[in-house]
């Protein structure tokens, strides 16, 4: 069972030495084994080309996307026409070379190539004869819309836009009147973002492009369907609370600036730190006041009466009764008049006067009524405080040590006297001002001026392919080229045929004295010539015969044969 058992065991192994060893027998062959320099020098060179053309080919950069198949096709034409590199990837985009990128821009803008379907206001220009108002109105929409679009594809984090406008029918009904709005639609690069700023830079351009639009009837969305753009002016929950952080930012970075300026001269670029943090007001409040003048008061009119009784008039009536007093004589007085006066006007002589007696008693005043308006100085105050206001500010500088030393206290004093002033320090808001002086880490990334990384150079990319193929070309030079061309050299130096060597004296000794071993160099062969000429000594003689007789067995034989029948004649 063993016995049977073994050569199913050992078949996979015997059947995986039977190639090898048909390859082996292949090249031991004299043939391949003559042609291997040559293959090996061809697949040398075939793997260089390969290297060479990976490494030598520029970066590509997209020149066109979303081509129609026909501008595609001109495009490519004028390109190649120009001797300008280019390509279609996987995408249908059109690239070339980042190094021609603006020249292949310039020479398709100058041949007005793609030429694609018209956009912009172009479009009015092939407006047919006779269309009707509400194709021309749509024409106008369109041409505002792309218009639109390329304005903001100019910003460079979008790669495309598309813009669509609702802008109503205009009525002759107020209530009836609906504002234009607007959506957005973006497209950004590879890895990049808008931020707030930009955002809020589309909406007012699109706002703005459009009569009777608000800020607030713009939507932008991008190619993800993420809304970049909040409804209300303060944001989507109306608190404002972007607006207040943006405030806040460009405040503290306003006051960073000026204690760099500041101290920058003073102790040098990278010997401080300087960190603002400001507390700040964005409520807006309004508050109205009036004021009179009541000292000052000026009596504007005055209506009413009164009445009086005479120091002497003669009691009347029932006694105890005030109402039955007789009245006093009448007399035309003014109010307020002086009582002289009064009785000058009773005088006799004059018209409705009383008698002299009675005249000459003034009037007791017994009782009046009157109404009187004052002119009073009216003084209306209005205050309105805007928001912005700065209700508390923090500032901490850090400096570094001189020398290995602190900073003494007078010098301190002095830089935060210079920050205090810097900031518009204010004791009654409660401000605070930190100078301080320590030893900076040598490893922190704001202690020493960061240069960018000598790797990132434009000219590193260029450098290493240039440096990859020229090692790829001495690669292929010295361990291809050169190692073939000595043993092409070597062969042709050997002899025609590799014979050991012959010992020319006896006992295996050459002529110089060395033995027969592996070391001995190797003689030429023996010709008829040599064992002819008288001039060799026996012994050499003899050793000519033998490596004669070793190389030419069969002249040797004829020779022996020849001798024989001469000495038996």
């Keep these: ?10 078949s996979p192994v015997a059947a995986l030495a039977a190639p090898l060893k048909q390859a082996g027998n292949l090249f031991a062959q004299p043939a391949v ?22 490494v030598a080919t520029a970066p ?72 009707s108002r509400a194709v021309e109105g ?65 909406v007012n351009l699109v706002a703005s492009s459009v009569p009777g639009m608000t800020p607030e009837n713009v939507t932008i969305v991008d ?37 760099n300026q500041l101290l920058t001269p003073l102790v040098g670029a990278g010997n401080f730190t300087a960190e603002v943090q400001a507390d700040v007001d964005l409520d807006e409040s309004q508050a109205t006041r009036e004021a009179y003048d009541k000292e000052n008061a000026v009596v504007r009119a005055e209506q009413g009466n009164w009445t009086g009784a005479g120091a002497n ?40 006067a009383a008698p002299a007696a009675a005249a000459a008693a003034p009037p007791v005043k017994q009782s009046d009524s009157f109404a009187r308006s004052y002119d009073m100085g009216k003084e209306v105050s209005v205050t309105r405080q805007m928001p912005g206001r700065v209700k ?39 401000d605070q001002v930190t100078v301080i002086s320590r030893k900076f880490n040598p490893a922190a990334p704001g202690s020493q001026t960061e240069a960018p990384a000598w790797y990132e150079a434009s000219w590193v990319p260029m450098a290493a392919r240039n440096a990859t193929a020229l090692l790829i070309a001495l690669l292929v030079l010295f361990l291809g080229v050169r190692p073939l061309a000595k043993a092409l050299m070597k062969r042709r130096e050997e002899p025609a045929a590799n014979r050991p060597a012959l010992p020319i004296g006896g006992h295996g000794m050459g002529p110089g004295g060395q033995g027969d071993g592996e070391g001995a160099p190797a003689m030429p062969a023996v010709s008829v010539d040599m064992l002819d000429n008288p001039s060799h000594s026996y012994e050499e003689r003899v050793g000519l015969v033998r490596g004669f007789t070793r190389d ?18």
């Design 1 to 10: 069972m063993s016995n049977a058992l073994t050569p199913s065991a050992e």
């Design 33 to 54: 084994r003559r042609a291997l320099p040559l293959l090996f020098l061809v697949g040398i060179v075939a793997a260089g080309w390969l290297a060479w053309s990976f």
């Design 60 to 131: 590509q950069r997209v020149l066109f996307t979303n081509l129609a198949d026909g501008d595609k096709a001109a495009v490519t034409q004028a390109l190649d026409a120009a001797g300008i590199s280019n390509a279609i990837d996987g995408s249908g985009s059109v690239t070339v070379a980042e190094d021609q990128y603006h020249k292949a821009r310039m020479l398709l803008a100058s041949q007005d190539l793609p030429k694609a379907a018209p956009g912009g206001y172009a479009i009015l220009d092939q407006l047919p004869m006779g269309v």
């Design 138 to 202: 749509e024409r106008l929409r369109q041409a505002r819309e792309t218009e639109l679009a390329r304005s903001i594809q100019e910003i460079d984090s979008v790669a495309e836009a598309r813009v669509h406008l609702a802008t109503p029918e205009a009525s002759a009904f107020v209530r009836d009147k609906a504002a234009p709005s607007a959506s957005v639609i973006v497209k950004l690069q590879p890895g990049r973002a808008l931020g707030d700023s930009q955002i809020r830079a589309i």
């Design 223 to 259: 190619q993800m369907g993420a809304l970049l753009s909040k409804p209300g002016p303060n944001g989507a929950d109306g608190s404002g609370g972007n607006a207040r952080i943006d405030f806040q930012k460009r405040l503290e970075d306003k006051f960073r600036e000026q204690l």
């Design 313 to 352: 008039a003669a009691p009347g009536g029932i006694p105890g009764a005030l109402s039955n007093t007789p009245p006093p004589a009448a007399a035309l007085t003014q109010p307020n008049q002086d009582p002289a006066q009064a009785a000058a006007a009773g005088a006799p002589g004059a018209p409705g």
């Design 392 to 430: 508390r500010l923090s500032v901490a500088v850090l400096l570094r040590e001189e020398n290995g030393k602190p900073r003494g206290k007078v010098e301190i004093d002095q830089i935060t006297s210079l920050v205090q002033a810097a900031v518009g320090y204010d004791a009654a808001r409660q």
């Design 552 to 569: 030419n067995p069969a002249r040797a034989a004829l020779a022996v044969r020849d001798m024989i029948k001469a000495e038996g004649q």
